[in-house]
T-cell receptor, first 113, second 114 residues
Framework: DAKTTQPNSMESNEEEPVHLPCNHS???????IHWYRQLPSQGPEYVIH???SNVNNRMASLAIAEDRKSSTLILHRATLRDAAVYYC??????????????FGKGTKLSVIP | DGGITQSPKYLFRKEGQNVTLSCEQN?????MYWYRQDPGQGLRLIYY???????QKGDIAEGYSVSREKKESFPLTVTSAQKNPTAFYLC?????????????FGSGTRLTVV
């Protein structure tokens, strides 16, 4: 199964942009890239997902490399409420295991006031 | 507002007892899932269900059981056969099994064996 690699932790100053990287060099052509975040003692929250093109929503932007072997989640202005563990996940579009999200350890983002 | 409700938020169990964790959704989602999370770890899939009266084992199903008698409900029973049940349990749902529109998670149940 395709796996993702993320830094264990990152820090950002409040109101600064944050770029959270994710490597997925073994991604297949039909794998979607999903991002979730989890606050302490809460369930994960959907942030954004994409396939090939960059994506924007009210929470964040997702920049996908042209070869799709890496992606970056962009929080345009970090707030204290953005402090969480961010998970980059590949989801198969079809076939065996297409239902499954495989969560790794993610990146713990700390936001400094 | 639509969402997933897990109850209770905290649960204590004596060794040798079975306990049932509740998960209810009002999102009209077809698929539902149970995950387990241990401290500092990612999530591991226990069971999932695509439709009423159907469910499949995930990666760590041993010692757990589920039922799906109603679309809205997917309770998880942690049996005495589960060797290390202390963990944070998360229920999730998606419109379809493929999850192409994303997954919604509940706020979790923290189970502690005493």
């Amino acid at each position: 199964d395709a796996k993702t690699t993320q830094p264990n932790s990152m820090e950002s100053n409040e109101e600064e942009p944050v770029h959270l990287p994710c490597n997925h060099s073994t991604i297949s052509g039909t794998d979607y890239i999903h991002w979730y975040r989890q606050l302490p003692s809460q369930g994960p929250e959907y942030v954004i997902h994409g396939l090939t093109s960059n994506v924007n929503n009210r929470m964040a932007s997702l920049a996908i490399a042209e070869d799709r072997k890496s992606s970056t989640l962009i929080l345009h202005r970090a707030t204290l409420r953005d402090a969480a563990v961010y998970y980059c996940i590949l989801r198969k579009n079809s076939g065996a295991g297409s239902y499954q999200l495989t969560f790794g350890k993610g990146t713990k983002l700390s936001v400094i006031p | 507002d639509g969402g997933i409700t897990q109850s209770p938020k905290y649960l204590f169990r004596k060794e040798g007892q079975n306990v049932t964790l509740s998960c209810e959704q009002n999102l009209n989602h077809d698929a539902m899932y149970w995950y387990r999370q241990d401290p500092g770890q990612g999530l591991r899939l226990i069971y999932y269900s695509q439709i009423v009266n159907d469910f499949q084992k995930g990666d760590i199903a041993e010692g757990y059981s589920v039922s799906r008698e109603k679309k809205e409900s997917f309770p998880l029973t942690v049996t005495s056969a589960q060797k290390n049940p202390t963990a944070f349990y998360l229920c999730a749902s998606s419109i379809y099994l493929t999850g192409q529109y994303g997954y919604t998670f509940g706020s979790g149940t923290r189970l502690t064996v005493v």
